[in-house]
Structures are given as C-alpha cells and as structure tokens.
C-alpha cells in the first residue's frame, strides 16, 4: 500500500501551549487509519491542522508526495482532502437534498454529481427518504449521516473524521461506524478520530495513540485492540 498522507513532526500551538509536538504518522492510500486519544490529547487539533484551519508551528504534511503544510483551507479541499462537518453543523433550513448538492458545489462533473448521490442515497436510505425535508427536522444520527454523505459528495481522495459516533445511541453508532467500513471498501482513505476507541480500532487496518499532544501507540488495529495498555486506558475490562 502506498502512503497518501504523511505528518512529520507536527507541532501546533495555541499561543504559548503547545496542543501537539512532534507527531508524526502515515495514512496508507485506501484504508482507514484511527486517531485515538482521551479528551484534550490534541485529536482535533490535528484535524484542524491537516485541513489548513490551524496553521503548523512546524513539521510538515505531506499529500501524495507534495508538501501542503502551508496551503489555505479551500486549496486542501480541493487537493481531495475534506472534513466531515459536526452533525450540527449541516444547514438546518435548507432541505436535506439542498444540503448533499452544496458539498458538491466545486464540481463540474454532473454525471459523476448524480452518481455520487446515488452512492450516499444507498448508503443511507434514510437520507432518501427524508430528501425533501428540512434537515433542521433530522435525528442527530441522521444529521450525522448527512454530514457524512455531504463530505462524499465533494468526492474526496481522503475524508477526515472527528468522533462521527459522538453523541449517538449505541445502535446508532454501530450502523455509522458500519458504513464507514462500506465506504471505505469502495477504497476511500479515511482518518477517523474516535473516543469509541474499541468500534474504531475493529474497523481501521492501522491505529495511533495520542496522548498530551504526543503518539505513544502506533500498530495495526488488531494489536492495539488487543495492546494491555491500550485495554487498561481505554477499553475497560
Ligand atoms: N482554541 C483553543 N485555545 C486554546 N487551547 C485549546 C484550544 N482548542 C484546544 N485547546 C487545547 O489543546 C489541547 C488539545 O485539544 P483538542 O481539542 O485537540 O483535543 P481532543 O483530543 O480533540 O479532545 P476531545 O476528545 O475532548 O475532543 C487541549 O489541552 C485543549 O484544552
Ligand atoms: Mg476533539
């Protein structure tokens, strides 16, 4: 597997505190990579580093080979580089099909637009059909679901995730964290930032282990599931 995104020695700071130093990890093109981590362990904010939000103190980040630590939020979406917003951060009076069409507003490509949606429509039938509805009158799993499916829309090479089971019921999170491993078998790359440590680690081919700002961790999901001090910090007993 080739490497698609690769993050060498990445400081980020806000003001004086240094929220991340020196992590460093890779995300092999065309699997799910998880980014695990208590609270306050700088998952977000590598996120927001990677999408151009928060700009590095240092290190690099590299995509398919080319450096793009420096570029602005809008050129790394359109590098294929695209994050799916909060749940509530979808546009509450705008219907549901209104909202998947806006994350397809960069392209030209109208066919491959209708096939996208086709694609997010049988990923999540919900979202068919409630398509004339008002996405303010969704569930929150279902707001996360369009979340996701307006990411897709924008057809990206590498899709980022900040804990997409947040707030959900366990079914909930099942199912999402379920069509996520559908999505990526159609061989999208993805970087899933969870607190569901034990969901996220059984979907991801590789995981990573962030502890104040720090990787402690870094194995296959297999191992660090079953890792004793991955289980004893984070899974319980
Ligand atoms: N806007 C900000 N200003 C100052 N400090 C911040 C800001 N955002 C986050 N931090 C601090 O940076 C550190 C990392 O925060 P971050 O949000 O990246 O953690 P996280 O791993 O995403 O946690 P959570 O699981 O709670 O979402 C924390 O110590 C946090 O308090
Ligand atoms: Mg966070």
Redo the contacts with the bound molecule.
Sequence with gaps: MSVLLRVEDLAVA??H?E??KDVSFELKDGEITALV??????????LLALSGLLPPKSGRILFEEEDITRLRPHEIVRKGIVQVAEGRAILTTLTVRENLALGAYTRRDSAGVKDSLEQVFHLFPRLQDRAEQFAGNLSGGEQQMLAIGRALMAKPRLLLL??PSMGLAPILVQEILRTLAEINRTGLTMLL?E?NVRQALKIARHGYV?ET?RIVLADSGENLLNHPGVVEAYLGT
Excluded at 37 to 46: E, H, I, Q, R, V
């Design positions: 806000y003001g505190v929220a991340v981590g208590a609270n306050g362990a700088g998952k977000s904010t590598t900040d804990e930032v607190q962030i700002g």
